[in-house]
């Protein structure tokens, strides 16, 4: 039995050890993006008179994917395809998601930005303590044993972690890809939550929140979270990506998320510069209404509210206000 422990708690360290190290490679990526550019390894270059340029861009984005392919490469040698694919995802996504949504509720709380809040309503520090009270549970005793459960699908797909990593074209073209699925079952699987028993017995529970801010993007029932989960990974579970795209699909989804429950309209949102964009604005008229009425069903993009009209009521309104 003392064997038994000892062996088990060298495994356990040897886990935890590893995690530090692939966070510290985290960090270094994130100081690389940061400073390479302005001051680190380009100061030769502008000694000699080179300024922010084509060819400053150029080398300083060269050495952020050496950075990158370094700390990918030490992830796959260290750690197993079901290690990355399961616990690697989850922190990626726990990392985000915090990360991306806990600067608005400091935004709430102090009042800073509040020009761009779109609704006047403030929520309760209680209410904001909930809400991540049960993120924490609904990931751990849901999102998490998704991600498990789904790893065999994708491998059978053809998900790989081994190099060499997917070109710039195909990365670009499975994205896309996936935006264009997922947008067309969300709008479906939203849709359908809006009937009046699934409302009321399973959506209801995210529309707790009429003012969202962005953490009550994943504040749901746990059967909403495995019916709308489904339109993230239904795309690449069918195309069987490589992880690295894989990651890069799961950060620009919960990105979107959690700035269309944001509750700001800023004058740098991307719905100002995207065409067909939805984001905060166009999100949160939906919260807003009774689920009759609401509307504005569209995850990312909204051409499927546009083609069904179901913005109307969001359309008449702005307008309203522009005249």
Known sequence: MDSLVESGWQVYTMLLSKCAYACICLVRL?????????????WPLRACGFRSGSILNVISTLFLFLELELIFFYLVTNFSDFQLACIGSFIVHETVF???????????RTGL???????????????????IAWLLFYHSCVNFPLMMFSYRVFKFMGMRSSFPLPSWKVVSAQILFFFIIEDFVFYWGHRILHTKWLYKNVHSVHHEYATPFGLTSEYAHPAEILFLGFATFIGPALTGPHLITLWLWLVLRVIETVEAHCGYHFPWSPSNFLPLYGGADFHDYHHRLLYTKSGNY???????DWIFGTDKGYRKLKALKET
Request: charged share 10%; aromatic share 12%; net charge positive.
């Open 113 to 131: 930005l509040s020009t761009y809040k779109i609704q006047t309503k403030h929520n309760t520090p209680e209410a904001q303590g909930k809400c």
């Open 30 to 42: 994130i100081l690389v993006c940061g400073v390479v550019h302005r001051i680190g390894l380009l």
């Open 298 to 304: 569209s995850s990312t993009f909204v051409y499927m």
């Open 98 to 108: 915090f990360l991306s949504g806990l600067p608005y509720i400091f935004l709430e």
